[in-house]
C-alpha cells in the first residue's frame, strides 16, 4: 500500500486514499455523506490531500480531491473543506501523523454516546457549545483482553489496556480541537467524538487503515459483549 510519505508521487496517492475511502465505505463505517479522510501530501509547507465535504466517500475519484493548507484553506482542487480538517490538523500537528481516517460506524458512534456501555438517569450530554461552562474531562472506553489488540502500534500482549479518550461534540471545531489536543499524545491512535464517531491515525495510509480497522474491531466487540451480558442477567432474572 502506498504510504504518506512526502515522496510517494501524488497521483499515486490520490488513487491510494481513493481505495480506502471505497473501502471504508463498503464496510458500512462512512454511509451518506459522512466520514472524512485526509493524507499528508507536504509536511513543509503542511498540505493535507482529502475528499471534500458533501459528497460520497465511496465514489470519490483521484481529481476530486481537494488540497488544504495548515490553515485548512483549500489550495487546490475545487471542492470545499469540511469544517473537522481542523482536527484533522490537530491530530497531524500533536501527533505527527501522516493521515486521519473518521468514520461513523455504528458501534464507535453508540459507544461515544455512553462510555461505560450502560444506560444512565442522567440528562442527555449538554454539547459543549450550549454552555458557557468548562468542558467536562474526557471520559474513556476501556478495552483490554483481546488479541486483535496487538494490530495497534506498539501493543505486544492481549493483556494491555488501551483507553480510547471521548470528547463533548461540538460545532465550534477550532474549539473541539482545543479541547482535543491534551488527549492525543496518550491515546492509542484513536479518539471519539460524543454521538458523532471515531478518528483513527497512523504514522501512514497503511498504518492509519490498520489503526482504524482494530480500533472498529474492538469497539464492536466491546459493545456486543456488553449486549450479551446485559441479555444473559435479563435471562437470570426471568
Known sequence: MNTCDDSVAAGELAASL??????????????????????????????????PSGVDKGQVQPGELIEVDAQAAVVAG???????T?????????????AVLHTHSQAATLLSRDSDGHKSSRRPETTAEETDAPAAPARHVQLEGLEMLKGLEGITSHRQQIAIPVLANDQNLQRLSERAHPHLAEAPYGLLISGHGLYAWGRDLGSARRHLEILEFLLEQHWRHLLLTATTAIGALS
Not at 463505517?29 to 513543509?44: A, H, I, L, Q, Y
Not at 481542523?86 to 501522516?98: F, N, P, Q, S
Request: glycine share 14%; net charge positive; proline share 2%.
Open 86 to 98: 481542523l482536527l484533522h490538523l490537530k491530530i497531524v500537528e500533536v501527533t505527527g501523523a501522516g
Open 18 to 51: 481513493c481505495q480506502t475511502m471505497a473501502d471504508i465505505h463498503r464496510r458500512g463505517w462512512c454511509d451518506g455523506t459522512g466520514g472524512n479522510f485526509s493524507c499528508v501530501s507536504s509536511r513543509k509547507p503542511l498540505r493535507l490531500l482529502m475528499a
Open 78 to 84: 475545487g471542492g470545499k473543506a469540511s469544517a473537522e
